[in-house]
C-alpha cells in the first residue's frame, strides 16, 4: 500500500463533510459466520458434490434472488434452502433441512462485535464534531438495525442509511439527504464493488479497507484514484480525518 504523510492526509481531507462507513466486514465480521453456515449447508448436502460444486450451486440461486430478496440474513437462508431442494430434487431430509434452516436463523444473532480499531476510531470522530458520520449500508433493514444495537457502535452515528443496494443513484441520493455535493463525501470500507467504485465515480472520496474474506460477489477489479485511500486498518481514519 503507498505511504501517506500528514501533507497527503491533510490535502486528501479538505472539502469532507460527511463521512459514510459500510457496516458488515467494515465495522465487524460478517462475512465468516456466512461461511459457517454455508458449510452446514454443504455437509448436509455432501452426498451430491463436493463443497465447491455446491458452493457454487448456491451461489448462482443467490444471485438469482437478488432482485426479489434483497441481500442480508433471511436471504441467504431462503437461498440455502432452494438450492437444497432444487440440488436433492426435494429428497433431502426433514432432519437436514432443519439444520441448514438453523444455520441460517443463527445469522439473525450474529455478535456484531467492533473489530479493533473501530470503536476508537468512530468515537474520536463523532468527539470532534467535524463531520456528519453515517451507517451506510445494504441489506435486510430489521437484520443491520439489530446488529447495529448489538454492536454498541448506534450512538457515534448522526445517520443511519440502510438500502437494497449500492449504485449510482444510492449514493447520489445520500448526497442530497445530507446536503452535500458528492466531492464533500467519504466513503470507507471494505468492497471495492460497492463502497468504492460508486463513489469515485460520482466525484466522491473513499478508504478501502480490505477484509479477511469477501463475498464473491463483491469481488472486482481494483484500481488505483487520487481520490482513493488503501488501508489495512481503520485506525488510519483518525490520521487522515483529525
Given at each position: 500500500?503507498?505511504?501517506?504523510?500528514?501533507?497527503?492526509?491533510?490535502?486528501?481531507?479538505?472539502?469532507?463533510?460527511?463521512?459514510?462507513?459500510?457496516?458488515?466486514?467494515?465495522?465487524?465480521?460478517?462475512?465468516?459466520?456466512?461461511?459457517?453456515?454455508?458449510?452446514?449447508?454443504?455437509?448436509?448436502?455432501?452426498?451430491?458434490?463436493?463443497?465447491?460444486?455446491?458452493?457454487?450451486?448456491?451461489?448462482?440461486?443467490?444471485?438469482?434472488?437478488?432482485?426479489?430478496?434483497?441481500?442480508?440474513?433471511?436471504?441467504?437462508?431462503?437461498?440455502?434452502?432452494?438450492?437444497?431442494?432444487?440440488?436433492?430434487?426435494?429428497?433431502?431430509?426433514?432432519?437436514?433441512?432443519?439444520?441448514?434452516?438453523?444455520?441460517?436463523?443463527?445469522?439473525?444473532?450474529?455478535?456484531?462485535?467492533?473489530?479493533?480499531?473501530?470503536?476508537?476510531?468512530?468515537?474520536?470522530?463523532?468527539?470532534?464534531?467535524?463531520?456528519?458520520?453515517?451507517?451506510?449500508?445494504?441489506?435486510?433493514?430489521?437484520?443491520?438495525?439489530?446488529?447495529?444495537?448489538?454492536?454498541?457502535?448506534?450512538?457515534?452515528?448522526?445517520?443511519?442509511?440502510?438500502?437494497?443496494?449500492?449504485?449510482l443513484k444510492e449514493y447520489a441520493d445520500l448526497c442530497a439527504k445530507t446536503?452535500?455535493?458528492?466531492?464533500?463525501?467519504?466513503?470507507?470500507?471494505?468492497?471495492?464493488?460497492?463502497?468504492?467504485?460508486?463513489?469515485?465515480?460520482?466525484?466522491?472520496?473513499?478508504?478501502?479497507?480490505?477484509?479477511?474474506?469477501?463475498?464473491?460477489?463483491?469481488?472486482?477489479?481494483?484500481?488505483?484514484?487520487?481520490?482513493?485511500?488503501?488501508?489495512?486498518?481503520?485506525?488510519?481514519?483518525?490520521?487522515?480525518?483529525?
Open positions: 500500500m503507498k505511504e501517506y504523510g500528514k501533507k497527503e492526509y491533510e490535502d486528501f481531507r479538505k472539502g469532507i463533510k460527511v463521512v459514510a462507513f459500510d457496516a458488515d466486514d467494515t465495522l465487524w465480521d460478517n462475512q465468516n459466520h456466512y461461511m459457517t453456515a454455508e458449510s452446514v449447508f454443504c455437509k448436509e448436502l455432501s452426498e451430491y458434490g463436493d463443497r465447491e460444486k455446491l458452493s457454487q450451486e448456491l451461489f448462482e440461486v443467490e444471485t438469482g434472488n437478488m432482485e426479489c430478496l434483497g441481500y442480508g440474513a433471511k436471504a441467504f437462508t431462503i437461498s440455502m434452502m432452494e438450492t437444497a431442494l432444487k440440488i436433492s430434487r426435494g429428497n433431502l431430509s426433514g432432519e437436514k433441512l432443519g439444520r441448514i434452516l438453523s444455520a441460517g436463523k443463527n445469522l439473525l444473532g450474529i455478535p456484531a462485535t467492533p473489530l479493533p480499531g473501530v470503536t476508537d476510531t468512530l468515537a474520536r470522530l463523532h468527539a470532534s464534531g467535524k463531520y456528519t458520520l453515517v451507517l451506510f449500508t445494504k441489506g435486510d433493514m430489521l437484520d443491520q438495525q439489530n446488529k447495529l444495537k448489538r454492536s454498541g457502535l448506534e450512538k457515534y452515528f448522526d445517520l443511519t442509511d440502510i438500502v437494497t443496494n449500492k449504485t446536503g452535500i455535493t458528492p466531492e464533500e463525501l467519504l466513503m470507507i470500507g471494505n468492497s471495492f464493488k460497492s463502497d468504492i467504485v460508486p463513489v469515485l465515480e460520482l466525484g466522491g472520496k473513499a478508504v478501502h479497507i480490505p477484509f479477511e474474506v469477501t463475498w464473491l460477489h463483491e469481488h472486482a477489479e481494483e484500481f488505483e484514484h487520487e481520490r482513493l485511500i488503501r488501508a489495512a486498518d481503520i485506525s488510519i481514519v483518525r490520521d487522515i480525518l483529525l
